[in-house]
């Protein structure tokens, strides 16, 4: 028998279908294809490591929480994780959650409410969006990483909350945090980073309390286990422990993942992971260049004007003949923009029938015209591997108009 909503959820996936927006479920790597998709960045999600932590942890506190935090499920594991957390990043108190997007809108939607205003960049996590939606609170947006254009909206909106992510899911690139850290502080203005893809990623420091207000971390990414985390103030903690619906009525992360996201704290410390990871982002780079692919980065010039502060994580592996006055993107994630929805799916299929997943990402997740691929290395990708997948890379663009 039809129902009215069965026929709409029919008729919508239609749709997505028919301009081929429709999401599915796939098997991971079960091809053993080199995948270039994950956020695995340091390689820990498949260490032996972090597998003995994994059972260590299961062993000492069990698989389960089997209660909310404010229950019993708040463990000695939670405790430990939380101050080791703290410990990296400065801040006084921390919180754990399931998930980075759960800690997003949790953040987003305890926080705020029709009174606040919270101006956010223009290409923050749908996470954070969905949040101060849910909040009722006024949302302002700011141009991508553009200072001139955030002080403008702090000027308009005094007194506010700023939020930003470190180094930004879909571009790669990394947000001027000491300048908007500066802005915030002297406008009075509160700063909020999404910290997902650059905690353990980025040198410790780069976000820290010193500079940011509020920081939300993930486990998922280069920690590569499961979980996320929001770091504050004791009293934004408290706050949020006590009206944050999400944590509240959500049984709390396993203890056992709890032991394993602290172990991996520890090994994303060490430099040689770190290390081999840069190394693997300049052979991609320098290799994409040498084939004439087109790469994303900023010039000098643009980011003068807006005052932007790029980090430069390799400087000193950048090469020699590098043009002096350009900017480049020295993250994990490395976008190539190929356009139209349709062209980006049929060179990642072209790239998946030669052995190599990569991210293809459509509108409307980024804007409309700017599919892209989204390339991700890590430091388990073999010097090979990456010039293997650079050269399937240039015969894929160029045998697809």
């Not at 996590?125 to 403008?152: E, P, W, Y």
């Not at 003949?321 to 990642?348: C, F, K, L, W, Y």
């Not at 991700?376 to 997948?389: G, M, N, R, V």
């Amino acid at each position: 028998m039809s129902h009215p909503l069965m026929d709409k959820m029919r008729l919508q996936m239609q749709g997505l279908e028919q301009q081929g927006l429709l999401r599915k479920r796939r098997l991971a790597n079960s091809n053993h294809a080199i995948d270039f998709s994950h956020n695995d960045y340091l390689g820990l999600a498949s260490s032996e490591a972090q597998a003995n932590a994994l059972y260590e942890g299961a062993l000492h506190y069990g698989v389960g929480s089997k209660a909310s935090p404010l229950v019993s499920g708040y463990s000695k594991a939670h405790v430990e994780l939380e101050q080791s957390l703290c410990q990296y990043t400065g801040h006084e108190a921390a919180m754990l959650f399931c998930s980075g997007f759960s800690a997003n809108s949790a953040l987003m939607s305890a926080l705020f409410n029709q009174d606040d205003v919270v101006i956010a960049d223009k290409y923050v996590h749908a996470s954070i969006i969905t949040g101060i939606q849910s909040s009722n609170a006024k949302l302002a947006r700011f141009i991508h990483n553009d200072l001139a254009s955030a002080a403008a909206q702090i000027a308009r909106y005094p007194r506010s909350t700023i939020v930003t992510e470190s180094i930004f899911s879909m571009d790669g690139d990394i947000a001027p945090i000491d300048a908007l850290s500066t802005l915030a502080k002297a406008q009075g203005s509160l700063l909020i980073v999404d910290d997902a893809h650059g905690f353990g990623v980025l040198p410790q420091g780069v976000i820290s309390a010193e500079k940011v207000d509020i920081q939300i971390v993930t486990f998922g990414k280069a920690l590569g286990c499961q979980g996320a985390a929001i770091l504050a103030s004791q009293t934004v903690i408290d706050f949020l422990v006590a009206n944050s619906r999400h944590y509240i009525y959500s049984t709390a992360l396993s203890p056992a993942c709890a032991h394993l996201a602290l172990n991996a704290i520890n090994l994303c410390q060490q430099p040689a992971a770190r290390s081999k990871l840069m190394a693997n982002i300049l052979l991609f780079r320098t290799q994409a260049k040498a084939q004439g692919i087109n790469l994303s980065e900023m010039a000098d010039s643009e980011t003068a004007d807006s005052g932007m502060n790029s980090l430069e994580l390799v400087s000193s592996l950048e090469p020699a003949e590098m043009n002096s006055h350009e900017r480049v993107i020295n993250s994990p994630i490395q976008p190539i923009i190929t356009g139209s929805n349709e062209r980006t799916m049929a060179i990642a299929s072209t790239l998946a029938d030669k052995g190599f997943i990569v991210g293809a990402i459509r509108s409307p997740t980024v804007p409309f015209g700017q599919a892209r691929l989204r390339i991700t290395l890590s430091a388990l990708h073999s010097s090979e591997q990456i010039i293997s997948l650079v050269n399937a890379l240039k015969c894929a663009l160029e045998d697809t108009p």
